[in-house]
């Protein structure tokens, strides 16, 4: 149980243009989905948390505008990210969360990569 | 602020066994996590502590001490297949995941 697809698996897009990355839990209901941008070599960075039917929370130095976040249901949430660059050439997973206590179930990850 | 300490990286030999510190400073504690992540892959879930003691699961192990801010991930009968990167999350008051940088494991035969 507890499975998390993200689609697509791997995007290459051209500068300028915007990209929609989709995260689904598949057999549970998400409360919360969490968008994390992780570098080469480096650690999970936490973009935003996400709660169904509601605006997401940015952490700081995360454009809202540049990064849009839909979170619709309690099985889908949506990253855009919007006019991209290539230095948002990152890998983006998304994580979701039945509760408060509950372990993060990750998806397998998108690799975006900008042009 | 709050902050998670461990490792960068560790070098160990198959078949021995490893220890992975963990030192936390976090507004509030609600659980400790650890997972796996093999390079260019998501993150595995593979325990989490909330009291004081040690978690056993297999070859894989957690222990947690609240007073002391201190958790380690002790792994034995090392596989080749257990070199990744594991990282350390402590849960704080506000529930949100606070991430340590992650220990780049090596196993060499």
């Known amino acids: 149980g507890a499975v998390v697809s993200q689609h697509p698996s791997r995007v290459i897009c051209k500068s300028g243009t915007s990209v929609k990355i989709e995260c689904r839990s598949l057999?549970?209901?998400?409360?919360?989905m969490f968008w994390y941008r992780q570098f080469p070599k480096q650690s999970l960075m936490l973009m935003a948390t996400?709660?169904?039917?509601?605006?997401?929370?940015?952490e700081q130095g995360v454009e809202k505008d540049k990064f849009l976040i839909n979170h619709a249901s309690l099985t889908l949430s949506t990253l855009t990210v919007t006019s991209a660059h290539p230095e948002d050439s990152s890998f983006y997973i998304c994580?979701?969360?039945?509760?408060?206590?509950?372990?993060?179930?990750f998806g397998p990850g998108t690799r975006l990569t900008v042009t | 602020g709050q902050n998670i300490d461990q490792p960068t990286e560790m070098t160990a030999t198959e078949g021995a066994i490893v220890q992975i510190n963990c030192t936390y400073q976090?507004?509030?504690?609600?659980?400790l996590f650890w997972y796996q992540q093999h390079a260019g892959e998501a993150p595995t879930f593979l325990s989490y502590?909330?009291l004081d003691g040690l978690e056993e699961k297999g070859r894989f192990s957690s222990f947690l001490s609240r007073s002391k801010g201190y958790s380690y991930l002790l792994l034995k009968e090392l596989q080749m297949k257990d070199s990744a990167s594991y990282l350390c999350?402590?849960?704080?008051?506000?529930?949100?995941?606070?991430w340590g940088a992650g220990t780049k494991l090596i196993i060499k035969p």
């Open positions: 999350a402590v849960m704080d008051s506000n529930y949100q995941l606070i």
């Open positions: 976090t507004s509030g504690f609600n659980g």
């Open positions: 994580s979701a969360r039945t509760g408060g206590l509950e372990e993060q179930y």
């Open positions: 502590n909330v």
């Open positions: 057999d549970f209901q998400a409360t919360t």
């Open positions: 996400s709660n169904e039917g509601s605006k997401a929370t940015y």
